[in-house]
């Protein structure tokens, strides 16, 4: 018997090294990820957690509308450490 799986976005589940660890993600909801001990266990994880992470984005866009701050910043990535002097390049 074939059994469909109901998920509203589509969902990557990969193995590693451990038999009972699987991480999952899916390519259509932007910042979902999770892990499981099973495939089972993903699925289960994915279904409830797609729904809560979707609410959660929704909840963020309206803050984003409703919000005055400005999120204009500049992230850098550096293998050295900051100093002072670099503020002057801004």
Excluded at 72 to 83: D, G
Aim: glycine fraction near 6%; include cysteine.
């Amino acid at each position: 018997m074939v059994k469909i799986i109901d998920l509203e976005y589509s969902l990557i589940i990969e193995a590693t090294e451990e038999p009972d660890f699987f991480g999952f993600y899916s390519i259509e909801l932007e910042g979902f990820s999770g892990i499981g001990h099973s495939i089972e266990d993903c699925i289960y994880k994915a279904k409830w957690g797609m729904k809560e992470h979707v609410k959660l984005l929704t909840q963020l866009s309206e803050l984003k509308k409703c919000s005055t701050f400005s999120a204009n910043y500049k992230i850098e990535l550096r293998k050295t450490p900051f100093s002072g002097n670099d503020l002057n390049n801004y």
